[in-house]
Structures are given as C-alpha cells and as structure tokens.
C-alpha cells in the first residue's frame, strides 16, 4: 500500500482495541464528506485537543485515534471538511447539538453543494418552526392539566386547541394564578420557552409537533425492516445494520417515555424550572434535571443514525448492496454507559445486548479483506454521494 493512501497515513495513529465506556468517549458523529473519514467523531481528548476517532477500516477489531490538528495529515479532506474541521474546533461544547448546528451551517453557506445549502437552510427553519410549535403545544397541555384539576363546578371553555392564542394565554395566566401553585405568569412563560427548547428534540406525547427524534426513530425502524430482507453477498452487513437498529430502538423508547412522562406535571415543573439546561444535559435539581438528561441522553442514543438511513435512502434500489459496508461500519457502538442510562427501564438486559452487538461489529470487521477499503479509485463519486448525503441528512 503507498505511503500516501489514507490507511497507510493514517495508520500511525491506530489504537487497537476501542471499547468506550462513555458516549462522550465514543465522540459525536461529524458529517464529513471525505470518503476516508465518513463515520469519524469526535471527542474531548486527554489533554485541551480534542481528538477524531476513526474506526479501523479493514481486518482490525480497533480504531484510529487522531489529534484534532492532525486531520489533514490523515487524508485529503475536501473544503467542506476543512471549514467543518475548523468550525468544530471552535465549539466550547461538543454534544450532537452543537456539532449537528455547526454542521448545518457549514452546508448553508454552500461547501457542500447547493442542495446541501438549501437543505441546511430547511432544516434551521424547520428547527425554529419546531420550538415555536413545541411552546404552543406544551402552552394547551398546561391548560389542560391545571384545568384539569381545578374544583368541581367551574365553568368550563372551550377545548384549549380552539382558542386564539391570547384566550389561550388568558387561561394559562388563569391556572398559574390558581392557589398553590406558585409561579408568576412572566416566570413561566419564560420558562416555557426554555422548556421547549429542551423538548424540541422529544416533543410531547402523541408527536403532536412531528419532533425529530420520534422521526428518526421511525426512520430507523423503517430501514431495519427493509434491510432484514437484503440477500446476496453483503448479507452479513445486512444483518449486522438490523442487529444495531433494534437495539437502538430498544434503548431509545424508554428514554422516550420518560422525557414524555416528565411533562405530566407541567405546573410542578414550571415551579421547578431554572437556568436552560442545555442539549448536554448539566446538572439540574428534581424534575427539570431529569427531563434534560433523557433529551440529551436520546440525542447521544441516535447519534449517527441519521448518516447511516441517508446513506440507505440516498441509494437507487439496485445499487444498495454497494453502501451497505459503508452502513455497517458507521453502525453506532454502544458504550458501557448504555446500562445505567436504560437498565431498570428497558425491560431487556441491555448490557447482553450492547456485547452482542460489539462482538457481532468485531466479527464483521474481521471478515473485511486487508488492506482493501472499497475506496480507490472512487474518491469523486464518493464525494459527490456524501455531499448528497449531507443534503438527505441536514
């Protein structure tokens, strides 16, 4: 192999065996468009520098783990991944928000083409039209829920669904005024906007605002589903996509319901309510502090899965075969911390499954050719398809 081909360049940073044991330690997922470094993440390194980790391409149960500054040392990143590169380096906090965010902004301003640029400017509009529907929706559940437990013959309206918004807020002032609960109608207002910020992701039960997590959720079931079928010779690929997707979903839905189960109280949580909590889940007391860390802990769960369905949808049927060895080596590991984040809930042993999952990827690797990546030779198509991947995945 030429000292200059990726692998080879990136070889001296190899590190063997990778077993995370946090999601932090496995690092966010970064939507290059460089063939080589597709499914690379990044994560806060030991010293100030954060680090990119890539998974052994071929043959290897391991990973590359390489400084951040050193990224352009590992290949020839595209000019959508230089800016990305320095755009990400900036961040003060790397969660799948601020990563995703940065992103997004990167493909707006046209590096990766102007499908890509479009879709970023899409999926901003529709994340602010997302927070805005989520508020107006947590705003009739507060109605509904201090109403709700309001004394028996009190003149009931209308349902709160059909009131112009300032009859709406009219009714929310109403319950919050109501004794006991203790809470200004300013405060929590202002709270609620914070609140929806923190549920945007998750939206409320029934996904009455078409939330982005539920979506993607359903996205990955829909692409399990259609990938068991898969036959020929990627059958192992196949197999090993759906392991990972059900064991996802498995994991998500608690954590799901119990950032829906969270809002059953809105004015107690309202009362509660302090400083934003954040997409990284910062420590915050009772309630509140619970609801953020199931966002954010679903937010780490889905990481990736976005790139992994683009990448199935973005195929013609006929060629699908092609990207599933792209699917199953950026197939999320699951680190350690998966057991206590989902253990007394999931209703499963998760832990049995997470090492399933890990020994099924090692195997898989190991069956890879050496020293073939499927890349040579392809880098312009590739690219070309990650940009449209970037446009699939905004």
């Known amino acids: 192999m030429p000292a200059s081909h990726p692998i080879a360049r990136a070889a001296q940073f190899e590190s063997g ?10 690092g966010v997922a970064v939507p290059f468009t460089t063939p080589h470094l597709l499914g690379g993440r990044i994560r806060p390194g030991d010293r100030s520098e954060p680090e990119l980790v890539l998974a052994n391409p071929v043959g290897e149960d391991g990973a590359y783990v390489i400084p951040w500054s050193a990224l352009p040392d590992s290949c020839m990143p595209t000019l959508h991944d230089r800016v990305l590169w320095e755009r990400i380096a900036r961040l003060p906090v790397l969660a799948p928000r601020t990563v995703r965010e940065a992103a997004r902004g990167v493909a707006a301003e046209g590096y990766a083409g102007r499908p890509a640029a479009r879709a970023a400017e899409v999926a901003f509009a529709e994340a602010l039209q997302g927070r805005t529907r989520t508020q107006y929706h947590l705003l009739l559940e507060l109605v509904r829920q201090g109403e709700m437990g309001r004394e028996t013959g009190r003149e009931a309206g209308p349902p709160p669904e059909r009131e112009s918004l300032p009859a709406l807020e009219a009714r929310a002032r109403s319950v919050l005024q ?5 809470v200004a109608p300013l405060a929590a207002f202002e709270a609620l906007a914070e609140l929806a910020a923190a549920c945007s992701l998750c939206g409320l039960p029934g996904d009455p605002t078409a939330a982005p997590a539920p979506a993607l959720m359903a996205a990955i079931g829909a692409l399990g589903r259609d990938i068991a079928a898969e036959a020929g010779p990627e059958q192992g690929c ?11 979903l498995r994991c998500c839905r608690p954590v799901l319901a119990g950032a829906h189960a969270a809002l059953a109280d809105l004015p107690g949580l309202l009362r509660h309510w302090r400083a934003a909590p954040g997409a990284e889940g ?14 954010a802990r679903l937010d780490w769960l889905l990481d990736g899965w976005d790139l992994v369905c683009g990448l199935w949808r973005g ?3 006929a060629r699908r075969g092609l990207v599933l060895p792209d699917m199953a080596a950026m197939v999320p590991l699951l680190p350690a911390e998966l057991d206590d984040w989902c253990g007394a809930d999931a209703g499963f042993d998760p832990g049995a499954e997470r090492e399933a999952l890990l020994a099924a990827q090692a195997q898989w690797r190991r069956t890879l050719p ?12 590739l690219i070309a398809r990650n940009e449209g991947l970037r446009a699939a995945a905004a």
């Open 282 to 295: 910062r420590a915050r007391p009772g309630r509140d502090r619970d609801l953020a860390l199931r966002t």
């Open 315 to 317: 195929a013609e049927p």
């Open 238 to 248: 196949a197999r090993l996509i759906a392991q990972g997707a059900r064991l996802t």
């Open 178 to 182: 109501e004794p006991g609960t203790g």
């Open 370 to 381: 050496p020293g073939q990546d499927g890349m040579t030779g392809r880098s312009l198509e």
């Open 17 to 26: 065996q990778y077993r995370p044991a946090t999601f932090l330690r496995r």
